[in-house]
């Protein structure tokens, strides 16, 4: 299935560093980084899992390239399963280029994105959802979604999708065998308890979607635009935002030139937020465009933190952010608490309901309050995050179909139905229980996977 070629690319992110790693796997890794590897040992020779030290060379030439660190790994006990080489070498552009271009004229070829787990996948080293985690590990971006990447990496939801195929394999023989002994007529205590048992699965698989549509928010975040009108506080709440909640990334100048974005962790969820504040300008033209950019940040959002001025009254404007605002979920952010209060806010909201929260972005009060209030909103408070929940759209789109079939099933038999279209509904279910885990796969599925990661992982 997978050819003799061996691949090979630089593992380490583009730039200057300590080292840069360049990987090879194949049935002849080995064999080629001998081609261009000298020192004390022969990779061919040396036993699984070591390291040497010594330079690589161009194939042929013995132009030296680089001093490096070789670390030899035979199959199957590698991450591809394949005979693998590691090569560290200095860690600058140059150095890995040339080491990965000696590794090319010496026989290997450039990996595509994601080929080594793509390959770790194909010889069974990991299942798909497994594979998938490996992603989630490498653009984790708190301690709480790493933590249940790894957890998925070493096969806690695959178990679980395994546990639900087995007990629908084991309904289908239950369906079976019931058939056989009523020559072609199910009998009823058996076909009512076979009802019960697509019943309880159909259960387990709703409270695995309803988690995992969480665990989606979970891990991929949220997002939230910061309006309101000038001067009312937005950058100042941004900045108090990105500081007590240790920002993941350091806001940024945006593709705009006055957006400001920056990530920030509420809890273990990651949140994007975008400030609007500097779309406004005394400027009447760059005005419009502040409002057409204020309401594609509302648009691309989740949601909204709308920022009033809360020490003078209520203004003509405030109301009409709101009224843009509020197409999406809101909290009625309170700013300048620290000074005396004066405004209304159901002057602005029409009496209408919303959350509200008093903070000082001056003076950094009122955050904590602020999070409870986002992750009330997102839908995340008191979430734990659990591994065993299915963390991606496809596995939700499978767990749906695998739904779908068993309440199919389920009615059938409530409307007596031929056993064999249960059975054909319940197989249904099956399969796409074994589409999660990579059992039965299409290549443009795995295509469509693998090009999400990177070239060398
Ligand atoms: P933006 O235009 O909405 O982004 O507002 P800024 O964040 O630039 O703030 C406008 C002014 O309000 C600045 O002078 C801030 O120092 C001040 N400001 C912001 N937040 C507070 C606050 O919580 N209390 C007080 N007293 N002043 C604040």
Known sequence: MLGDETIAAIATPPGIGGIAVIRLSGKNALIITEKIFIGKDSPCEMESHRVVYGRIVEPE?????????LTVLHAPHTYTGENTAEISCHGGIVPARRVLSACISA????AERGEFTKRAFLNG?????????????VSAKTKEGLRSALEQRDGVLSRRIRGLRDTLVSI???????????????????????AEKIYNVITTMEEMMQAGKRAITFREGASAAIVGRPNVGKSSLLNALLLEERAIVTPVPGTTRDIIEGWINVHGIPLKLYDTAGFQNADNVVEA?????TREAIQNTS???FVVDGSVPSQQEDTEIFMRAKEKPLIVVINKIDLSKRIIISDITGG???PECEVSAKEHTGIERLNTEILELIGAKDFKVDSAIPTRARHLMHITGAVRNLKAAYQGIGENRSPELIAYDIREAVRSLREIIGEVNAQE????????????K
């Open 172 to 194: 289908m023989t239950d369906l079976e065998l019931s058939l056989d002994f009523a020559d072609g007529d199910v009998v009823f205590p058996e076909i009512k308890a076979i």
């Open 107 to 110: 026989g290997a070829r450039l």
């Open 352 to 354: 209408n309901s919303y």
């Open 289 to 293: 465009m502040g409002i057409e950019k």
């Open 125 to 137: 080293k990991m299942d798909l959802a497994q594979a998938e985690a490996v992603l989630d590990i």
């Open 445 to 456: 599925v795995l295509d469509t996977i693998f090009q999400e990661f990177c070239v060398g």
């Open 61 to 69: 030439k013995e132009e030296e390239i680089d001093e490096v660190l």
């Open 303 to 305: 949601f909204v933190l």
